[in-house]
């Protein structure tokens, strides 16, 4: 019963932004994470970024200083703040739901690690 729904992705030229969101509905997972990943054609799902709700933020190094994770508790929305985007960023981008209760949070970069996902957003850069 638990969904994610998906929006913000769409068209950029090279150095431009995107912000995608991720909205939970149906469950809470109060001391849970989320992920957001992407896929590309041809290629495997990739790590992206993650956050637990408890206020622990994580991101591949593809990313690092260029992408923003952040929440809004209050809603149960996620947000992934895409700068300074590259051709190679184009994919189509998932987020993911985990109650997650460990305490090793480098499981968060595997997607066997999340039980719900939403539907994916397209973001293409061009060149």
């Known amino acids: 019963q638990v969904q994610l729904v998906v929006s913000g992705g769409g068209l950029v030229q090279a150095g431009g932004s995107l912000r995608l969101s991720c909205a939970v509905s149906?469950?809470?997972?109060?001391?849970?994470?989320m992920g957001w990943f992407r896929q590309a054609p041809g290629k495997e799902r990739e790590f992206v970024s993650a956050?637990?709700?408890?206020?622990?933020?994580y991101y591949s190094d593809s990313v690092k200083g260029r992408f923003t994770i952040s929440r809004d508790s209050a809603k149960n929305t996620v947000y992934l703040q895409m700068s300074s985007l590259k051709p190679e960023d184009t994919a189509v981008y998932f987020c993911?739901?985990?109650?997650?209760?460990?305490?090793?949070?480098?499981?968060?970069?595997?997607?066997?690690?999340?039980?719900?996902w939403g539907q994916g957003t397209q973001v293409t850069v061009s060149s």
């Open positions: 956050m637990t709700w408890r206020g622990m933020f």
């Open positions: 149906g469950r809470s997972f109060s001391h849970g994470a």
């Open positions: 993911a739901s985990t109650p997650y209760t460990g305490s090793d949070d480098s499981t968060l970069s595997t997607p066997n690690t999340y039980n719900y």
